[in-house]
């Protein structure tokens, strides 16, 4: 099932999430929705609390279009080491919608994580993967990738979002009669 997306402003992306206790249907169930959302949005990845629910929990699939489908859920995801060498990528948000900026983080990361089967792994993952999984374990931090941005250009891009909300909001609803 596609669910809704948050979008910033909304409080909730700032919300730090909390472990998954048991890997069960449910779990399992909320990761096949994740899936589907990010597909649907495009996007190559997907915490759980951009669709609200504050649970630490990601999907990532880097496959291009023409590849087959690589999807990999990441539950519990933590950080063990992050390398000395700096890369910069371009880098978007689902919930910041058509707003990309270069943000530069560490190259190479070693991350555990638990498997939908309730195992626990360690991955090592540099390049556009470590990129992915530091940006989605930083919204399971309640951190979004503009914190990363000079305070102006961070603050620019709030006020942008903050503004079409209100214009949102302020738009007139059709009445169905």
Known sequence: MIRPLVILPDPVLRKLSKPVETVDEDVRKLSSDMLETM??????????????IPLRMLVVDLARED???????????????RGDEPNVHEEGCLSIPDYYAEVERPAAITVSYVDLD?????????????TVLQHEIDHLDGVLFIDHLSKLKRDMVVRKFKKLAREKDKAPTRMVG
Request: aromatic content about 4%.
């Open 67 to 81: 590849e087959p489908k690589s999807p990999a859920v990441f539950i519990n995801p933590e950080i063990l080491t």
């Open 118 to 130: 309730g195992r626990k792994h360690e991955i090592e993952a540099d390049g556009m993967m470590a």
């Open 39 to 52: 597909y649907d949005a495009p996007g190559i990845g997907l915490a759980a609390i951009q669709i609200g």
